[in-house]
């Protein structure tokens, strides 16, 4: 299984991105997905992750500014970043979730300056 995260770039500090991730196969039809993110001086943490019924759940740093979603049919998940704060610049990756199993994909860097 491989998954591909995209959408990533440099914004500046207010703006949005919005970012996407294609699975190989069908593997989010039953499970649950997520975004997470790593810096050089953090773990990698979540950000965002959806079941498959649809439940979101988010960390405190991003709610009410970051939305998840996810499109089975497609293999394909979203995570749409609005008011981007030079805090949430990190490699972005996806994977499942709660437990993120799966190989991780090269990610995609998001950069927010001020």
């Known amino acids: 299984v491989q998954l591909q995260a995209s959408g990533g770039g440099s914004v500046q500090a207010g703006g949005s991105l919005r970012l996407s991730c294609i699975a190989s196969?069908?593997?989010?039809?039953?499970?649950?997905m997520g975004w997470y993110r790593q810096t050089p001086a953090k773990r990698r943490e979540l950000v965002a992750g959806i079941t498959s019924g649809g439940s979101t759940n988010y960390a405190d740093s991003v709610e009410g500014r970051f939305a998840i979603s996810r499109d089975s049919a497609k293999n394909a998940g979203y995570l749409q970043m609005n008011s981007l704060k030079p805090e949430d610049t990190a490699v972005y990756y996806c994977?499942?979730?709660?437990?993120?199993?799966?190989?991780w994909g090269q990610g995609t860097l998001v950069t927010v300056s001020s």
């Open positions: 196969e069908n593997i989010f039809r039953f499970d649950g």
């Open positions: 994977n499942k979730y709660p437990v993120p199993i799966l190989p």
